[in-house]
């Protein structure tokens, strides 16, 4: 019963590189979520998705890409990491849209050097 | 956008102590759910409140969705070291198409034992 799984749980990159951060959910959810948090920033929402094959705009967008091509799959994309981007990053799940729990994964340290 | 904010920040209390945490929405919520996140983990439900007025009680913490449905708190009485950790609130707002939790910045909770 693994929930929600994220990969990597720690990376390090140089600015200018890319990257992708996998979530995976085996709860058969519609909605998926990505979420970064800063100290004293609380969680911010940088992209979402409704279901397999959609994706929408959160708080904090820019800089990063997202794709949901199968249902149980929300990847967040890093194209040219800048060191602000610097930041915990949790994957989520829910059944309902807001409505019912949001099950989060373990998270991923991204530290942009 | 819909703005939820948290206080205090951060509270440092004696074991056995009580601790309180208030949560404001500048729009009216549909619900509101309370999470807990552990040093080091990853955010955990608590506690979904939708009702008007709703007060729901879990052991020692109690919950409350405010009259309005627009400010929330969490009261946890004879705070124990097992409670350490950070307390997020997050709402739904009550347009149609409310996909998003909004979290607040959270408050950080400290007990000296």
């Known amino acids: 019963n693994a929930g929600v799984t994220q990969t990597p749980k720690f990376r390090v990159l140089k600015t200018g590189q890319s990257m992708t951060l996998l979530c995976a959910q085996d709860m058969n959810h519609e909605y998926m979520y990505w979420y970064r948090q800063d100290p004293g920033m609380g969680l911010r929402l940088i992209h979402y998705?409704?279901?397999?094959?959609?994706?929408a705009k959160g708080e904090v967008p820019d800089g990063y890409n997202v794709s949901r091509l199968k249902k149980q799959n929300f990847l967040l994309g890093l194209e040219s990491a800048a060191p602000s981007q610097t930041s915990v990053y949790f994957c989520?799940?829910?059944?309902?849209?807001?409505?019912?729990?949001?099950?989060f994964g373990q998270g991923t340290r991204l530290t942009v050097v | 956008g819909q703005q939820v904010m948290q206080i205090p920040q951060y509270q440092h209390v004696q074991e056995g102590e009580d601790f309180t945490t208030y949560c404001n929405s500048s729009?009216?919520?549909?619900?509101i759910q309370w999470y807990k996140q552990r040093p080091g983990g990853h955010p955990v439900f608590l506690i979904q409140?939708?009702?008007?007025?709703e007060v729901k009680k879990q052991k020692r913490l109690t919950f409350q969705f405010g009259e309005a449905k627009k400010n929330s708190s969490l009261h946890i009485t004879a705070t124990q070291t097992t409670d350490v950790g950070t307390y997020f609130c997050?709402?739904?707002?009550?347009?149609?198409?409310?996909?998003?939790?909004?979290f607040g910045k959270g408050t950080k909770l400290s007990v000296i034992p």
């Open positions: 998705s409704v279901g397999e094959g959609t994706t």
């Open positions: 729009t009216t919520l549909s619900n």
């Open positions: 989520a799940s829910s059944l309902v849209a807001g409505a019912t729990e949001a099950f």
């Open positions: 997050a709402g739904r707002g009550s347009g149609a198409g409310s996909y998003q939790l909004t």
């Open positions: 409140l939708v009702k008007s007025g």
